[in-house]
């Protein structure tokens, strides 16, 4: 466990051995079933994370939780209490749990934590959690890309809150109504379901599974209907086609940022990002010309 | 207005003729105030928008709107019907709305709305008002680099929806508690203040403004609030470090734009990424391998 968390902050720090350290686990990954986890604000996740976790440890799985959150200088603590939940299996040495802030990703946030899956696959987990707040894109994309993505609604959100489901509806394979025990959830349910009757969804149309996760109802169903999408999935290629975008996305975040970091370190020197700026303030430049002058220096125009 | 239309779907649909159009309309930029509004789903932050609309128009300023919206093949009625509220400015000349969905900007969601910002302010609107949800990184990041950026909180709000703002506590300039009619309003201020008490703000400490946004109460105090600030970052220099932040963001969004379409369009030919990819599924290669390949065809390693 103290060697995956300190491969993983090598990752956050950005450390310079980071990248020899992942191409060497890179071919020991790819193996760990990733579950994504997403939804608006207020939809109980942790708790259903924490309930997932429970259930699939009775099943003798070991079990890695990457729980993505929005965080600054101001949030550290609220955050850190939400997950002190969590800390039950902290003491389980079979769930390895860590929490990625949304800031300071050099490459992005969707190619570091693609790198913390790699090191959690690597390490033998059998199951990995991605848990994102599905309201920014980059978060809703990260869970897109897992095996199989769960996203996780609620009774009684207000109207803006349900406006902004609407980017991760698209991504749902099995739509989870948490709290269904609140006054609502049947007609959550009916909206999710007409919905889905307008739109398309590879041939597969997703399960609606109702639960209660602070009263660890339903979960057993929704790990079933997990199951059933994974095996469908996997006989129709969807599944190896969902793996290939998630890699595809780990390849274009590390090119990007290898492409940037050349610029920075050999195209703009010290100090001439700055009077390019200068330039762009006076409005002597415009953005377009700066690039091609940078894509010149670089041999590439 | 028709103009300014045609020039923003030329850039949302990455038309070939953008670069040209924006580079010619570049010298003509900067001159917009520009005034970020972003705040938590349910703060009422279209409302704000509009009556603070309504009350610059009175000043005799043009307006333009930005309302970065996520949005997706199934929410687009959703996000048109919220809009619909804006209607009364739509007949109005001297204001230009235009919303921007989240997703599908090859250069990022930034470099799209700063491009957005570059029209409008080069067709001579007074103010340009850009409102986004602020929970996703993309969206905090537009409105930081506004010339004044408000925050939008409101009393009631879970805990969850609470601990989301605290990625956008840091690049408020200007606090307003709105539906400060309810019940908890003095407790948002009375939190907002102990968290500002902890924190350094560039010598400039926020005002928190209380608003009514349909009662249409507040927004004179609030306008005067935007005003003072703007004067003192305007003395202090912050503004211009502001603007400097914006065109940075802009010129890197173009570089990376223009660098992943070179690697598109002649390094990676037709079929060549998906042999990458094949070669990345089967673990024959790892991501940080594959990227330096394309380095050095591109000369560059």
């Known amino acids: 466990m103290r060697a995956v968390a300190r491969a993983i902050s090598l990752v956050e720090d950005e450390d310079s051995r980071a990248p ?6 890179f071919p020991h990954s790819g193996r760990a079933f990733v579950l994504g986890v997403t939804g608006p604000p207020g939809a109980g996740k942790s708790t259903l994370v924490d309930r997932l976790t429970a259930h699939l440890r009775k ?67 059998d199951v990995v959690l991605v848990e994102t707040v599905g309201v920014g894109q980059d978060e809703v994309d990260i869970v897109g890309t897992a095996d199989v993505s769960l996203v996780v609604l609620v009774p009684g959100l207000g109207d803006e809150v ?29 909206e999710i379901q007409s919905m889905l009757s307008m739109a398309s969804h590879d041939g597969h149309r997703p399960e609606i599974v109702k639960t ?20 469908k999935a996997g006989e129709t290629g969807l599944l190896a086609k969902k793996r290939r975008a998630h890699l595809r996305q780990q390849f274009e975040g590390t090119l990007e940022e290898r492409l940037m970091g050349l610029v920075r370190s050999r195209v703009l020197a010290a100090g001439e990002a700055e009077r390019l700026v200068d330039r762009l303030a006076a409005r002597e430049l415009d953005p377009f010309t700066a690039a091609e002058e940078v894509l010149r220096k670089m041999g590439l125009s």
């Not at 406006?163 to 009916?190: C, H, P, Q, T």
């Not at 009263?215 to 095996?231: H, K």
């Open 20 to 25: 020899a350290l992942l191409k060497a686990l």
């Open 59 to 125: 099943e003798g799985k070991s079990i890695g939780i990457v729980a993505v959150d929005p965080t600054s200088p101001y949030s550290g603590g609220a955050i850190l209490g939400d997950r002190i939940r969590m800390q039950a299996h902290a003491l389980d040495e079979g769930v390895f749990i860590r929490s990625m802030a949304t800031r300071g990703h050099l490459g992005g946030l969707a190619a570091a934590t693609g790198h913390v899956l790699t090191i959690l696959s690597a390490a033998g987990k």
């Open 162 to 190: 349900q406006a902004l489901k609407a980017g991760i509806m698209e991504i749902a394979d099995v739509f989870v109504v948490n709290k269904s025990d609140r006054d609502g959830a049947d007609r959550v349910v009916a």
């Open 212 to 231: 209660v996760g602070t009263a660890d109802q339903g979960i057993d169903e929704l790990l079933r209907a997990v199951e059933a999408f994974r095996a």
